[in-house]
C-alpha cells in the first residue's frame, strides 16, 4: 500500500514538472541584468565618478591650499611631494600626510580656485 503512494507522489512530481512553461529561465537573466544596470547608474558610476574628481582635486594641490583629511584633520599644505605633503596643523606644527589620506578641499577654495582661473582667462584675453 505504502509503495503505491509512493508511486502516485512520484508520478504527480513527474507530471507538474512537465507542465512548467519553457522560457522561466529567461526571465530570471533578463532582472538580473535590469537590477545590475540599475546599480551601475546608481550607484557604481557616481561613486568612480566621485574618486575621478577627488583625484583630481588632490593633484591640483599646491602650497597654501587647505585641505581636510580622511581622520578629519584640518590644515594648509606647506609641501607637496610625489606620494605625501606635509600640512601645517597649527603654527609651527607640521604633519606629514599621504595624498591619498586627503579626504576633501573644503567648498571655499574650490570656488576660489574657479573664481581665479576665470580672472586669469580674462587677463589673458585683455593681453
Given at each position: 500500500?505504502?509503495?503505491?503512494?509512493?508511486?502516485?507522489?512520484?508520478?504527480?512530481?513527474?507530471?507538474?514538472?512537465?507542465?512548467?512553461?519553457?522560457?522561466?529561465?529567461?526571465?530570471?537573466?533578463?532582472?538580473?541584468?535590469?537590477?545590475?544596470?540599475?546599480?551601475?547608474?546608481?550607484?557604481?558610476?557616481?561613486?568612480?565618478?566621485?574618486?575621478?574628481?577627488?583625484?583630481?582635486?588632490?593633484?591640483?594641490?599646491?602650497?597654501?591650499?587647505?585641505?581636510?583629511?580622511?581622520?578629519?584633520?584640518?590644515?594648509?599644505?606647506?609641501?607637496?611631494?610625489?606620494?605625501?605633503?606635509?600640512?601645517e596643523v597649527a603654527s609651527g606644527i607640521t604633519l606629514k600626510i599621504s595624498k591619498e589620506a586627503i579626504f576633501a578641499v573644503p567648498e571655499e577654495d574650490t570656488k576660489n580656485k574657479k573664481e581665479d582661473k576665470k580672472e586669469d582667462k580674462k587677463e589673458?584675453?585683455?593681453?
Amino acid at each position: 500500500m505504502l509503495e503505491l503512494i509512493l508511486l502516485q507522489a512520484q508520478g504527480a512530481t513527474e507530471t507538474a514538472m512537465e507542465q512548467q512553461p519553457a522560457g522561466g529561465g529567461w526571465s530570471f537573466w533578463i532582472m538580473m541584468l535590469l537590477i545590475f544596470v540599475v546599480f551601475y547608474f546608481f550607484m557604481i558610476r557616481p561613486q568612480t565618478k566621485k574618486q575621478k574628481e577627488l583625484q583630481q582635486q588632490r593633484d591640483a594641490l599646491k602650497p597654501g591650499d587647505k585641505v581636510i583629511t580622511s581622520g578629519g584633520i584640518h590644515g594648509r599644505v606647506k609641501e607637496v611631494r610625489d606620494d605625501a605633503m606635509l600640512v601645517e596643523v597649527a603654527s609651527g606644527i607640521t604633519l606629514k600626510i599621504s595624498k591619498e589620506a586627503i579626504f576633501a578641499v573644503p567648498e571655499e577654495d574650490t570656488k576660489n580656485k574657479k573664481e581665479d582661473k576665470k580672472e586669469d582667462k580674462k587677463e589673458d584675453k585683455k593681453d
